[in-house]
């Protein structure tokens, strides 16, 4: 079932039913202590945040690829990172990895970019694919300390 869905300065055609289907898939996911972290404070995004999200069937607890560095604010994590789904761009710019910082939209603490790069689209993901790139200052959620 294709929608058009409005998030910024983008309106895509998205293909819910099929985006849906493949994230109730059983997905591995990361299990080291950074990914964690990032899938238990998923569970309490701002709702402006998740519902991005749940406009395009993301399960946000299930990344495609996840980076995490130091942030500059205490006892947040700076994660970079990107989901796909399945749809295309009627308008908009796509980022590019040279244009995120200008070609994105800021929500709470969350940058979101739409690209057509597909480094790291899950085998088998339905066509066409989309990449939902972010960048995030993620809080500590976990009892368990990365520095320990």
């Given amino acids: 079932m294709l929608q058009k869905i409005k998030i910024g300065n983008w309106l895509l055609e998205v293909d819910i039913h099929k985006t849906r289907e493949f994230y109730n ?3 591995t996911v990361c299990n080291c202590l950074y990914c964690k972290n990032y899938v238990e404070a998923c569970k309490h995004l701002n709702t402006s945040v998740s519902d991005i999200f749940n ?25 970079l990172g990107e989901y796909y789904f399945v749809g295309r761009v009627l308008e908009g710019e796509l980022c590019t990895f040279n244009n995120f910082n200008d070609n994105n939209i800021e929500i709470v603490n969350f940058k979101v970019g739409f690209s057509k790069d597909l480094d790291f689209v899950p085998q088998g993901f339905p066509t066409p694919a989309l990449k939902l790139s972010f960048e995030a200052d993620i809080p500590w959620v976990l009892n368990e300390n990365p520095e320990d």
């Fill in 55 to 79: 406009k395009l069937e993301i399960n946000s607890a299930i990344p495609a690829h996840l980076s995490e560095f130091p942030s500059e604010e205490d006892n947040t994590r700076l994660y």
């Fill in 25 to 27: 898939k059983d997905i």
